[in-house]
């Protein structure tokens, strides 16, 4: 089964348009705010270089933004 996670902050549009894709294809995932803990802020920008959110980790693969199609693929593979 694929394991997906999703970093957020609360203020962030394309966060939400992420999780309600997510939720009206049916896909679970946990969703992680690095505004309750900037520690998990550092190790995403350590692991991703990446400061902007969303971030999605599929199965260990990283994608940043709210990149649907890249989703979906890394689902499949």
Same mark, same amino acid.
């Given at each position: 089964?694929?394991?997906?996670?999703?970093?957020?902050?609360?203020? *962030?549009?394309? *966060?939400?348009?992420?999780?309600?894709?997510?939720?009206?294809?049916?896909?679970?995932?946990?969703?992680?705010?690095?505004?309750?803990?900037?520690?998990?802020?550092?190790?995403?920008?350590?692991?991703? !270089?990446?400061? !902007?959110?969303?971030?999605?980790?599929?199965? !260990?693969?990283?994608?940043? !933004?709210?990149?649907?199609?890249?989703?979906?693929?890394?689902?499949?593979?």
């Amino acid at each position: 089964m694929s394991t997906v996670k999703v970093y957020t902050t609360t203020r *962030c549009p394309y *966060c939400v348009m992420l999780k309600n894709f997510l939720a009206d294809q049916n896909i679970p995932f946990k969703e992680v705010n690095v505004e309750e803990n900037p520690e998990i802020m550092n190790q995403l920008v350590a692991k991703t !270089g990446q400061m !902007g959110v969303p971030q999605t980790e599929v199965n !260990g693969k990283w994608i940043v !933004g709210y990149d649907p199609n890249n989703i979906m693929l890394a689902l499949r593979n």
